[in-house]
């Protein structure tokens, strides 16, 4: 089968091309920047926000199937940039699906959304499940709900064959230090190797539900397979976790003493204080998380290792 996966270059783009490559698939990688490994991808160097350019590469590559991961994927970043995140996250899809309508491909299109769209919530109110509305607080949570939105005009107005993620957490070797667990992982390392004295944090009471992103892949390709179009599907681990705890498990794995510091400039404006999904959807499906939190972060802390 033929995929054309957005957003190749990044974390999940890479892990997803070489799974898509294991199981003999086809691929066409499209991002801005170029890949670090191009092994088995045809790749075109192009940004999302070029609709000509994009209508000509849809009609060119007739995938038979999308997997739509670029964006810009940075909460925090996107309270620093908040008009260049909506306009990047909402075009780019609008984008997309335009080009597989205006050439009339018939083809299955997977729009990766965000646990942020369903905003702060009560603890009584979790697990979260697919039939909660959204309340996004954040711009790029927005911007994300703005997507979703897209993908039911474009599934029930023009029949186009989209389903729909709302993906939690994800972690994983190869993730940069943008995101949390990635920064603590990268910081207690070097905490080991005597260069840096304590790790710097934001907020550690909030609670999170976090998947490897080797089980996303594995989730994507179920509702890739099985998924009804227009639908909606949590990809989580259905386990909630305080970043405290997890600093707390990685400095044990790491074996340094847990020396933290709080800087207030890494705590957001609005920050929901307990996320965690219901998966009962998924899991109906056939889909069953198999890397434990403990295992996730054994293999982060190889990457870090290697790559510091």
């Known amino acids: 089968m033929k995929y054309l996966v957005t957003g190749v270059s990044g974390f999940v783009g890479a892990h997803l091309r070489r799974a898509l490559l294991a199981e003999g698939h086809a691929i066409v990688g499209v991002d801005a920047m170029a890949p670090a490994d191009m092994t088995g991808l045809r790749f075109h160097q192009l940004s999302l926000m070029d609709a000509a350019g994009l209508k000509e590469l849809i009609a060119d590559a007739k995938p038979e199937r999308i997997i739509h991961l670029a964006s810009a994927s940075s909460v925090g970043l996107s309270w620093q940039q908040p008009v260049d995140c909506f306009v990047n996250n909402t075009n780019i899809f609008l984008n997309l699906v335009e080009a597989v309508r205006q050439n009339n491909l018939k083809c299955r299109i997977l729009s990766v959304g965000s ?18 509305p959204s309340n996004p607080m954040n711009p790029y949570a927005v911007a994300r709900v703005a997507q979703e939105h897209l993908s039911k005009v474009y599934s029930k107005g023009y029949g186009l064959d989209i389903v729909c993620t709302r993906s939690f957490n994800h972690l994983g070797p190869g993730q940069t230090e943008r995101f949390v667990m990635s920064s603590f992982v990268r910081q207690a390392v070097l905490v080991s190797k005597g260069e840096l004295p304590e790790i710097i944090c934001g907020e ?87 890397y434990s939190l403990e295992r996730s972060i054994e293999d982060m802390v190889d990457f870090w290792k290697g790559k510091l």
């Open 204 to 290: 550690l009471g909030i609670v999170r539900d976090f998947i490897d992103v080797r089980d996303v892949i594995r989730a994507y390709g179920v509702i890739l397979e099985k998924g009804t179009a227009g639908d909606i599907y949590n990809v989580c681990s259905s386990k909630g976790v305080s970043l405290r705890e997890v600093l707390e498990l990685i400095c044990r794995l790491v074996k340094i003493p847990s020396k933290i510091r709080i800087d207030p400039s890494l705590i957001r404006p609005i920050d929901n204080p307990v996320i965690i999904g219901d998966g009962a959807k998924l899991k109906a499906m056939g889909f069953i998380p198999a």
């Open 115 to 132: 646990s942020e769209e369903y905003g702060p919530v009560a603890p009584r109110d979790v697990p979260l499940r697919e039939d909660r």
